[in-house]
């Protein structure tokens, strides 16, 4: 919890930069892999190829077919109280 909403616009303003993120890691829902992106354009799939992570350290670029098959394991210096979600899609 944080005790402040600036502390709270800290954090956010972070989450987009390299310094708050330790591990680009997620999980697949379907064939239970965990990938992780070490690097800023080292894109990972599983090994069903129903989700990739991108972006490594830098940022987090999930996508997959169905983001509910996506299950987070980042790893944050500062965890975030809100991650932003991935934004819904109707496509497919
Ligand atoms: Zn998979």
Redesign the pocket.
Known sequence: MFNSKSEMRRVNAMMGHSSNIIRNMCK?A??G?IIESKHRHDWVE??????FTDGGTEYLHRGGVDFK?IIDMTEWRVPPSNVPKPPERSEG
Do not use: M, S, V
């Not at 599983?46 to 989700?51: E, L, N, R």
């Open positions: 697949c379907k064939c892999d599983c090994k069903c190829g129903a989700i098959d």
